[in-house]
């Protein structure tokens, strides 16, 4: 009897590449991202306040937490794991326009979480396992970009709309429409069966110095790679926040977040070509350096050059350390890298919850940015912390 799989038509190495690029695009620039942009027009509509603006965040990265922490454990194959999770994004994205209650919108930013964890973990196993099998370094960052080109067009679509005074509410049904639109190019792009072991890459490499392991990948990584979560998602969650304090005007304040993202993008192209010729180790070193600085900008003198820079900074290295440490603990998993990309994405989930947490402890009741301001310090010198050690251990 012939083997199914190998009657299978071989993708093509753009079709795998747009089909992770498009999938890591709503599942991060619409799932989990394209709330940042909408929080300011939804507070200037009414429709929330910052309050409750930080209740729907944590109800997401809450939900990204328990998506991590399960994607090894569903009973499906990524790519079917992928589409499941890109249809609840599609439903629970439009569906934030359908209501007004607080309680249903965070039902539905907790389900969008969840989903966003499972598209990028499950995403990164079948796309990075297709990709080992092609001579193509840009393969990654074409991948990886998705992320950033999701939060740039997530992000200008927002702007637009809030220049034009668009509703929120139809607004998170356009998103949704959007998400839907792409969700049907990723079934049509997607592979349906599995690389195989031929040119899968080589085994895995030992851990220097018999390091502890989760998963296969040191304990020492997925710290840094949770502190990489800490550090990112204050600049993350704030930067329009921060911008709309400089400049009350949609048309400007709107444009850190476009910024943002599309620095992220353009990064893991340029990094996906540097990859081969540096340790990833040195890759995720740099990142959290610059990140660090990011941070520590609008904290010494907030201006709108600061913001624009942080943006610059945070936006064109978050992804870059995404991506290396994602390729680090599949280089060092053998067999099925699920549960260690699982584990990774799960420490980034408990460092990105933990930031906004801090910062609303340190605010308190008081008015300003000063709480958010020392979480800011804290979270650059976490990073500057993650730098020297990421350096010394490569």
């Known amino acids: 009897m012939s083997n199914p799989s190998l009657s299978l038509p071989r993708p093509s190495f753009a079709a795998i590449c747009l089909a992770g690029l498009i999938a890591l695009a709503i599942a991060m620039g619409i799932g989990r991202f394209a709330f940042t942009p909408m929080l300011p027009l939804m507070i200037r509509a009414g429709s929330a306040d910052v309050a409750a603006g930080g209740w729907l965040a944590a109800a997401n990265y809450a939900g990204y937490l328990l998506g991590a922490l399960s994607t090894a454990r569903l009973p499906l194959t990524p790519q079917r794991v ?20 607080l309680p249903a919108w965070m039902l539905l930013r907790f389900v969008a979480g969840v989903a966003s964890a499972w598209a990028l973990v499950s995403t ?29 067009l997530a992000g200008f679509y927002c702007w637009r709309a809030g220049t034009a ?9 356009q998103l949704g429409a959007l998400a839907l639109v792409g969700l049907v190019a990723v079934a049509l792009l997607m592979p349906r069966g599995t690389p195989g072991s031929t040119g899968a890459g080589s085994p895995a490499p030992a851990m220097a110095g018999g390091a502890a392991t989760a998963g296969g990948v040191s304990w020492s990584l997925v710290i840094c790679y949770g ?14 926040v921060l911008a709309r304090a400089v400049v009350d005007d949609p048309a400007v304040f709107g444009a ?3 910024v943002f993202g599309a620095a ?9 070509l540097a990859l081969p010729k540096m340790a990833r180790r040195h890759v995720l070193a ?8 990011g941070c520590l900008l609008p904290v010494l003198h907030l201006s709108a050059l600061t913001v624009l820079l942080a943006a610059l900074l945070v936006g ?26 699982g584990r990774m994405t799960a420490a980034f989930a408990i460092g990105q919850m933990a930031g906004p947490v801090l910062s609303s402890l340190l605010s308190g009741s008081a008015q300003g940015f000063g709480g958010l301001f020392i979480a800011l310090a804290i979270g650059a010198l976490a990073l500057a912390g993650s730098a020297w050690w990421l350096a010394r251990a490569a």
Not at 82 to 101: E, F, H, K, P
Not at 124 to 152: E, K, N
Not at 286 to 293: E, I, N, P, Q, T
């Open 286 to 293: 740099g990142s959290h350096a610059l990140m660090a600085l």
């Open 256 to 258: 850190a977040w476009p």
């Open 264 to 272: 992220a993008a353009i990064s893991t192209i340029f990094a996906s």
């Open 316 to 341: 064109g290295t978050f992804m870059v350390a995404t991506m290396a440490g994602m390729q680090e603990a599949r280089a060092r998993s053998p067999g099925d890298p699920t549960r260690a990309l």
């Open 165 to 173: 005074n668009v509703a929120p509410d139809a607004l998170w049904v």
């Open 124 to 152: 990164s196993v079948w796309c990075l396992g297709w990709l080992s099998r092609f001579d193509r370094p840009a393969g990654p960052g074409l991948l990886y970009a998705g992320v950033g080109t999701g939060i740039a």
């Open 227 to 240: 502190l990489l979560g800490f550090g990112y998602i204050l600049p993350a969650t704030f930067l329009p």
């Open 82 to 101: 992928g589409v499941l999770a890109l249809a609840l994004i599609v439903a629970s994205t439009a569906a934030m326009g359908w209501t007004g209650s």
